[in-house]
T-cell receptor, first 113, second 115 residues
Framework: SAVISQKPSRDICQRGTSLTIQCQVD?????MFWYRQQPGQSLTLIAT?????????ESGFVIDKFPISRPNLTFSTLTVSNMSPEDSSIYLC??????????FGPGTRLTVL | AQSVAQPEDQVNVAEGNPLTVKCTYS??????LFWYVQYPNRGLQFLLK??????LVKGSYGFEAEFNKSQTSFHLKKPSALVSDSALYFC?????????????FGTGTKLQVIP
């Protein structure tokens, strides 16, 4: 199984600023993903982070708002840009190999004031 | 399109009693099925998966799940519940055909084990 770490674990930010969340996997993985989750609710997929190319975004999510990088097979970042209180959520990084289950990081709890 | 239904928002069970958390799914092809658990303020932890083979799958912490193709169900079970099992449980499905397909998660079921 893959062990995934995320930084920061939580942050409180001001409206209009940006936050970059880092995700590090302890082994090379094929797929990496970013999800958003309201506490106690289900997961919403933001995008698939593609190594060496642009991320694949889900409906309702755009690159200008959520730019994603994936420079190699073990690391990815998600930036939440021009934040508003509606962006307050838990952001989860996930990783998987093609035919295996996904593993999740501990999450980043973001509060936007 | 694929989907997952967890019909119960919350399940309450007494400690020591058997527990069942229900999940039904819909995929166009054959499914990969997963269960995850989430403790408060933590990420999701993988419990078990069905890929192929035996319909009864055993996983972590004494949990098991039974794949029923005719009923398109994948219910999570444990013979004797512990208070420490109290958490949020997610069922997930992925279509096995055509390369990597996105995973669809259910809405989650909160399990409350009463001492």
């Amino acid at each position: 199984s893959a062990v995934i770490s995320q930084k920061p674990s939580r942050d409180i930010c001001q409206r209009g600023t940006s936050l970059t969340i880092q995700c590090q996997v302890d082994s090379q993985v094929t797929m990496m993903f970013w999800y958003r989750q309201q506490p106690g609710q289900s997961l919403t997929l933001i995008a698939t982070a593609n190594q060496g190319s642009e991320a694949t975004y889900e409906s309702g999510f755009v690159i200008d708002k959520f730019p994603i990088s994936r420079p190699n097979l073990t690391f990815s970042t998600l930036t939440v840009s021009n934040m508003s209180p509606e962006d307050s959520s838990i952001y989860l990084c996930s990783a998987a190999d093609v035919y295996h289950e996904q593993f999740f990081g501990p999450g980043t709890r973001l509060t936007v004031l | 399109a694929q989907s997952v239904a967890q019909p119960e928002d919350q399940v309450n069970v007494a400690e020591g009693n058997p527990l069942t958390v229900k999940c039904t799914y819909s995929v166009s092809g054959n499914p990969y099925l997963f269960w995850y658990v989430q403790y408060p303020n933590r990420g999701l932890q993988f419990l078990l998966k069905y890929i192929t083979g035996d319909n009864l799958v055993k996983g972590s912490y004494g949990f098991e799940a039974e794949f029923n193709k005719s009923q398109t169900s994948f219910h999570l079970k444990k013979p004797s519940a512990l208070v420490s099992d109290s958490a949020l449980y997610f069922c997930a499905v992925r279509d096995r055909s055509g390369g990597y397909q996105k995973v669809t998660f259910g809405t989650g079921t909160k399990l409350q084990v009463i001492p």
